[in-house]
């Protein structure tokens, strides 16, 4: 058996180190600027092909139906792409909090795509993996580009970035946000005028689900101000989860160990780039 096949692929967190709204789409989709950065929290992918076309996912996610799963839905739609007659079984081991803003499921759909491309000999270029991952989320051709990246549109017009790689801690309180519900808030923040990387670089920004999210969700609240004696708290992407930077390693080891229950904690690094990107 060719040592792909038994490779880890794995599927890195990603945060939203600011989140502006500047408009909205005729369609009502919110215009985006944002800037995501990878941590090293990741989910696992082992993937088998398979000669016959079933694409099989033997230990579905709890509470997600293997036909909703994104990696079964990237599987599926890179087969409808390119007309490949190959399928696969997908382990997915999951360590990213779902639904907490972090990007898990985008994430695993593109880590799905670039392992398949290799595991199916599709030899796509990324861009075409990016194309076909957008149709799954918005979230997913960044980590198909593989590069913390300044992101505007609904977060799909990508301009690589290089950041400081610091130590975040990254607090879930436990709260499932429904995305939609707060994109569909009256008292959402959705005008804020565009800023430039260089304003961003010096440090005028914040989230603007944070007003929102706050109001609808009160753990996320006492959550964010626990956070907040540590330094600049923030919200990634839509929520729930929460990170405060770190110089240090030792400092957020020592935030993390003064985590109220039941709030879970994650201690991690910053990345600039995917795991995946040499590959
Ligand atoms: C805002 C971000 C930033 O990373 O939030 P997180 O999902 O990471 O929290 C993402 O771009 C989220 O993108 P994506 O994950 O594709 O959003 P979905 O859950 O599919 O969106 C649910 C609903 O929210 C609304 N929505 C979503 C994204 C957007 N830019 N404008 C919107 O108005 C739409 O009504 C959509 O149907
Ligand atoms: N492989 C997957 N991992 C996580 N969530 C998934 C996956 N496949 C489908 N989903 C669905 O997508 C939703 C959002 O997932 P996730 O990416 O973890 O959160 P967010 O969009 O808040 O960053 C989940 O609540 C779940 O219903």
């Not at 360590?95 to 799905?112: N, Q």
């Not at 398949?116 to 990324?126: A, E, F």
């Not at 505007?152 to 309180?173: A, F, H, M, N, S």
Request: glycine share 10%; aromatic share 8%; charged share 20%.
């Amino acid at each position: 058996m060719p040592p792909e096949t038994r490779r880890i692929w794995p599927a890195p967190a990603k945060i939203n180190l600011f989140l502006h709204i500047v408009g909205r789409r005729a369609d009502g989709y919110h215009l985006l600027q944002t800037v995501f950065q990878f941590v090293d929290l990741c989910d696992e992918l082992r993937l088998r092909p398979r000669d016959d076309d079933q694409i099989r996912l033997p230990r579905p996610l709890p509470g997600v139906p293997p036909q909703q799963d994104l990696c079964v839905r990237a599987a599926q739609a890179l087969r409808a792409h390119t007309g490949c007659r190959l399928g696969v079984d997908i382990e997915l081991s999951k360590r990213i909090p779902m639904g907490g803003g972090l990007g898990g499921g985008s994430s695993d759909a593109a880590t799905t795509l670039l392992a398949l491309n290799r595991l199916w000999q599709l030899d796509l270029p990324r861009d075409e993996l990016a194309a076909i991952g957008l149709a799954l989320g918005a979230d997913v051709p960044v980590f198909v580009g593989g590069r913390a990246a300044w992101a505007e549109g609904v977060g799909d017009r990508l301009t690589p970035i290089e950041l400081d790689e610091p130590w975040y801690l990254i607090v879930d309180p436990g709260v499932a946000v429904a995305t939609a519900g707060v994109f569909g808030h009256p008292k959402l923040t959705r005008h804020t005028p565009p800023i430039t990387i260089s304003q961003f670089r010096s440090g005028s920004t914040g989230n603007d689900c944070l007003a929102v999210v706050s109001a609808l969700y009160p753990q996320i609240d006492a959550a964010y101000r626990w956070l907040a004696r540590f330094g600049q708290a923030h919200l990634s992407g839509t929520g729930g989860c929460l990170f405060v930077r770190f110089d240090a390693r030792q400092a957020a080891d020592v935030a993390q160990a003064q985590l109220p229950a039941p709030w879970r904690g994650w201690v991690v690094r910053g990345l600039n780039h995917h795991p995946l990107l040499a590959d």
